[in-house]
T-cell receptor
């Protein structure tokens, strides 16, 4: 079975632009979470979506938004990009049971110039 | 709030040496605990997990025991290999949700 897939793998944007990152979960997984990993640090939780509804939000500004589609894939949108948004954006999927393991995709590396 | 503290790296070992990476946590409720590994240029892979006190997670020769009394989940391996060189992240989740709280990561370098 395919794992979590993310696109694109790399992206370069300039300050003020908008970006959309995409994620497809493992087949049968209904929950998708997004994390931001700045170089040299651990991932920080941004959002969790389950059955198209937001189930959790981390401490990120309103410039960050996301949505989940009926096929459980998800998009992360970031508006008005700042230099500090440069990071590896990771998507993780799970079947959303208590203590269930999350499986991570390879990430999208975003560079904001 | 929840937090995870890991020993700072990099940790440099010779092949076949014993590995310990310390991890302690602060959490509300009863967390599930995880170790993830990140190889250069890649995403995170689950290494092992434990969901209740005194559980031992193990995989690929790595082990970690959930110690509620010391709020710790130290990662150990008896004999490391060059291929174990990576960054290791300790993490927790609580409340049945999927929000993972990660430590800052510990880089392991294994030399011949």
């Amino acid at each position: 079975d395919a794992g979590v897939t993310q696109s694109p793998t790399h992206l370069i944007k300039t300050r003020g632009q908008h970006v959309t990152l995409r994620c497809s979960p493992i087949s049968g997984h209904k929950s998708v979470s997004w994390y931001q990993q700045v170089l040299g640090q651990g991932p920080q939780f941004i959002f969790q979506y389950y059955e198209k509804e937001e189930r959790g939000r981390g401490n990120f500004p309103d410039r960050f938004s996301a949505r989940q589609f009926p096929n459980y894939s998800s998009e992360l949108n970031v508006n008005a990009l700042l230099l500090g948004d440069s990071a590896l954006y990771l998507c993780a999927s799970s079947s959303d049971r208590v203590g269930e393991t999350q499986y991570f995709g390879p990430g999208t590396r975003l560079l904001v110039l | 709030g929840n937090s995870v503290t890991q020993m700072e790296g990099p940790v440099t070992l010779s092949e076949e040496a014993f590995l310990t990476i310390n991890c302690t946590y602060t959490a509300t409720g009863y967390p599930s605990l995880f170790w993830y590994v990140q190889y250069p240029g890649e995403g995170l892979q689950l290494l092992l997990k434990a969901t209740k006190a005194d559980d031992k997670g193990s995989n690929k020769g790595f082990e970690a025991t959930y110690r509620k009394e010391t709020t710790s989940f130290h990662l150990e391996k008896g004999s490391v290999q060059v291929s174990d060189s990576a960054v290791y992240f300790c993490a927790l989740s609580t409340g049945g949700g999927n929000k993972l709280t990660f430590g800052t990561g510990t880089q392991l370098k294994v030399e011949l």
